[in-house]
C-alpha cells in the first residue's frame, strides 16, 4: 500500500489537513481598540486585554470540512485494491476541499474589509498545498488504472 506514491501523496493530504485544523485563516488588530480578532477553522476569537469572546458557529463549518477531506483521503488510502473507487473519492475530495477554500474566503473577507492591520496565516497555504497533494495523487491513480487496461489488452 505505501511502496505505491499516490498513497504517500494521500497521506501528505491528511498531514496537511491535521495541521490546518490547528493553523489561524487570519489575525487581525482593531487599531482604534488594540483588540486581537483570531480566526481560526474552528472558531472566531476577540481578545481584549484580559476578556476572551469566543464564537463556534458558522466557523466551524471550516474545520468539519477539513476533517472530511482528511476522511475522504484515508478513506482513498484504503481502498488501494479499487483503483476506480479511489478516482471517485479523489474527485469527491476535490470537491471538499474546494469547499474549504471557499469556506476560508468567506469568513476572511468581511473581517480583511473591517480591520486594515492583519495579516492572513499559513492555513490557506496549506490547503493549496493538500489541493496540490490531491491532485497529483489523482494523477498517479489514473496512470496505474490505464496501465493495467492496456496490460488487460495484450492478453
Not at 471538499?96 to 474566503?105: D, I, T, Y
Request: hydrophobic share 55%; glycine share 6%.
Amino acid at each position: 500500500m505505501w511502496q505505491r506514491i499516490q498513497t504517500v501523496f494521500l497521506g501528505l493530504v491528511v498531514v496537511c489537513m491535521a495541521i490546518c485544523l490547528f493553523l489561524p485563516i487570519g489575525i487581525f488588530v482593531d487599531a482604534t481598540t488594540g483588540d486581537s480578532h483570531q480566526l481560526y477553522p474552528l472558531h472566531y476569537t476577540i481578545v481584549s486585554g484580559e476578556a476572551r469572546s469566543t464564537t463556534y458557529f458558522p466557523y466551524v463549518i471550516t474545520a468539519v470540512l477539513m476533517a472530511t477531506a482528511a476522511t475522504i483521503a484515508v478513506m482513498s488510502i484504503l481502498k488501494f485494491e479499487n483503483r476506480i473507487t479511489q478516482i471517485k473519492l479523489g474527485t469527491l475530495n476535490s470537491l471538499v476541499l474546494a469547499l474549504v477554500m471557499v469556506s476560508m474566503v468567506w469568513f476572511f473577507n468581511p473581517l480583511a474589509k473591517k480591520f486594515a492591520d492583519g495579516h492572513l496565516g499559513l492555513n490557506l497555504w496549506g490547503t493549496f498545498a493538500a489541493v496540490a497533494f490531491n491532485w497529483v495523487s489523482l494523477r498517479f491513480i489514473r496512470r496505474d488504472e490505464k496501465m493495467v487496461r492496456d496490460s488487460d489488452r495484450l492478453r
